[in-house]
């Protein structure tokens, strides 16, 4: 599916502040916050719905980011930091039997 359909279909009103810049890969979702940094997203068909499974525990003004693998993103915020975050291994089926990840 493409960024625009899944733009039109799914609404996610979770992020306190605009998205600046979306990436798919691999079924994931990477969503840049301008506020809170990235996101990593995940959709559930049968549900119709996104859900967050992993972001950055410290608040950044990002103004990019680029994905370095399935796991890794890279990113720089406004004040001209660099920064390289990672998923742990197995985030990914933790969240999905938590029933308290936001959707």
Known sequence: MGQKKLLRK???RNFQSAI???KCEEGR???GDLMES?????FKPEQGQLYI????Y????????????E???????????????RLPVGS?????????ASK
């Open 20 to 22: 600046i810049q979306i």
């Open 53 to 56: 499974f992993a972001d950055d």
């Open 29 to 31: 979702i990477y969503v």
């Open 38 to 42: 990235v996101h990593v997203l995940k």
């Open 92 to 100: 990914e089926e933790d969240a999905e039997d938590d029933p308290s």
């Open 10 to 12: 799914i609404d996610n």
């Open 58 to 69: 410290i608040n950044r003004y990002l103004t990019g980011f680029c994905l370095l693998d």
């Open 71 to 85: 796991d890794t993103v890279a990113g720089v915020d406004k004040f001209e930091n660099f920064f390289v975050i």
